[in-house]
């Protein structure tokens, strides 16, 4: 082989070389890298409500981590199918993220005859976040509900004719739950959304409500509604002295809304731990918390993606029992 062949020889193994390690540095580099560009964190909720403020706090705290735009992606609908779905069919690459909450995975499988995902095998588990029980709201007007026990005995006084508000399925869950285990009957008033349970609470054209705290805030605040009690298995952080209905002898009644991160099906573990670390970090911050606290969310205790699958878990396996009893379906 003479000179020139083996230059030439040469200069194509140097420019074969130069070709393959953009390949091999892509296989095995990308987590790695990551993230070399925005993210988008699709919110299954209409921008401005407690859903929507929650995730805008954390996205712009693992901005800060991560060093890339966190970009909010408000994709309402389908009683968060529409969100859900566009996470699943995304490239599980890390830069499309779905900011989740217990419809999507625990209550959908049993409100829908065909649902066009598998809650345990269509997503990754990044983290648990942020929870929120429902709580037992009445008017703060003389005349009206004064505790849990007075709202039980007036209850037994006249079955049914005590009218209680409640929107979101799970605040129906916890009030139907509450009737059985206090061993009453009321009559629960359906309502499409909390702004107008709280409306209804406050004229006074429902003797109490199961709904979440947030939309509540300015009333308590203002001395129109007081919080009676939490369906959560704890005290909420944020108002001590309201009692959980387990402590008031209600038993069974455990029911609180939960928000986490999750991924495509296959995102690599490396771009989900590092997501998940940020949010443990994020729910933490002194000024994140404080906000959260007066939209009636406080941090989870454990955030790691095992956590939220084992929440997933549960709650599948405990919800489902209680939807088919009660009868509730969406299609």
Same mark, same amino acid.
């Given at each position: 082989?003479?000179?020139?062949?083996?230059?030439? $020889?040469?200069?194509?193994?140097?420019?074969?070389?130069?070709?393959?390690?953009?390949?091999?540095?892509?296989?095995?580099?990308?987590?790695?890298?990551?993230?070399?560009?925005?993210?988008?964190?699709?919110?299954?909720?209409?921008?401005?409500?407690?859903?929507?403020?929650?995730?805008?706090?954390?996205?712009?705290?693992?901005?800060?981590?991560?060093?890339?735009?966190?970009?909010?992606?408000?994709?309402?609908?389908?009683?968060? +199918?529409?969100?859900?779905?566009?996470?699943?069919?995304?490239?599980?690459?890390?830069?499309? +993220?779905?900011?989740?909450?217990?419809?999507? $995975?625990?209550?959908?499988?049993?409100?829908?005859?065909?649902?066009?995902?598998?809650?345990?095998?269509?997503?990754?588990?990044?983290?648990?976040?942020?929870?929120?029980?429902?709580?037992?709201?009445?008017?703060?007007?003389?005349?009206?509900?004064?505790?849990?026990?007075?709202?039980?005995?007036?209850?037994?006084?006249?079955?049914?004719?005590?009218?209680?508000?409640?929107?979101?399925?799970?605040?129906?869950?916890?009030?139907?739950?509450?009737?059985?285990?206090?061993?009453?009957?009321?009559?629960?008033?359906?309502?499409?959304?909390?702004? !107008?349970?709280?409306?209804?609470?406050?004229?006074?054209?429902?003797?109490?409500? $199961?709904?979440?705290?947030?939309?509540?805030?300015? *009333?308590?605040?203002?001395?129109?509604?007081?919080?009676?009690?939490?369906?959560?298995?704890?005290? *909420?952080?944020? +108002?001590?002295?309201?009692?959980?209905?387990?402590? +008031?002898?209600?038993?069974?009644?455990? $029911?609180?809304?939960?928000?986490?991160?999750?991924?495509?099906?296959?995102?690599?573990? !490396?771009?989900?731990?590092?997501?998940?670390?940020?949010?443990?970090?994020?729910?933490?911050?002194?000024?994140?918390? !404080?906000?959260?606290?007066?939209?009636?969310?406080?941090?989870?205790?454990?955030?790691?993606?095992?956590?939220?699958?084992?929440?997933?878990?549960?709650?599948?396996?405990?919800?489902?029992?209680?939807?088919?009893?009660?009868?509730?379906?969406?299609?």
């Amino acid at each position: 082989m003479n000179a020139r062949r083996v230059c030439r $020889f040469l200069g194509l193994l140097v420019a074969l070389f130069a070709g393959l390690v953009p390949v091999l540095s892509g296989a095995q580099g990308t987590s790695s890298a990551w993230p070399t560009r925005p993210i988008r964190l699709v919110v299954p909720f209409v921008a401005g409500g407690g859903a929507d403020v929650a995730a805008r706090l954390i996205a712009a705290k693992l901005q800060t981590q991560l060093g890339q735009q966190v970009v909010v992606d408000n994709k309402p609908g389908g009683n968060t +199918l529409i969100g859900a779905q566009e996470v699943m069919k995304a490239q599980p690459d890390g830069y499309t +993220l779905l900011w989740s909450i217990d419809q999507t $995975f625990v209550l959908n499988p049993s409100l829908y005859n065909r649902l066009p995902y598998d809650p345990r095998k269509d997503f990754t588990p990044v983290a648990l976040a942020i929870t929120s029980p429902t709580a037992v709201i009445a008017r703060a007007h003389p005349g009206s509900v004064g505790d849990v026990h007075e709202l039980v005995k007036r209850a037994k006084a006249d079955p049914g004719k005590i009218n209680i508000g409640a929107a979101a399925i799970l605040s129906q869950m916890a009030l139907e739950e509450f009737n059985r285990s206090a061993g009453i009957e009321t009559t629960r008033v359906p309502y499409k959304g909390s702004a !107008e349970v709280a409306q209804a609470t406050i004229a006074g054209d429902i003797d109490a409500a $199961f709904d979440g705290m947030a939309p509540y805030v300015q *009333f308590v605040k203002a001395g129109r509604a007081k919080i009676l009690a939490v369906t959560s298995a704890r005290r *909420f952080s944020g +108002l001590p002295d309201v009692p959980t209905l387990d402590e +008031l002898g209600y038993k069974g009644v455990d $029911f609180s809304v939960w928000f986490g991160v999750v991924g495509p099906a296959g995102l690599p573990p !490396e771009i989900a731990k590092r997501v998940g670390e940020g949010v443990d970090r994020a729910i933490r911050e002194p000024d994140v918390v !404080e906000k959260l606290l007066v939209f009636g969310f406080e941090p989870a205790g454990q955030t790691s993606a095992v956590a939220l699958k084992a929440r997933i878990d549960s709650d599948l396996t405990r919800y489902g029992p209680v939807i088919r009893r009660l009868g509730f379906k969406l299609d």
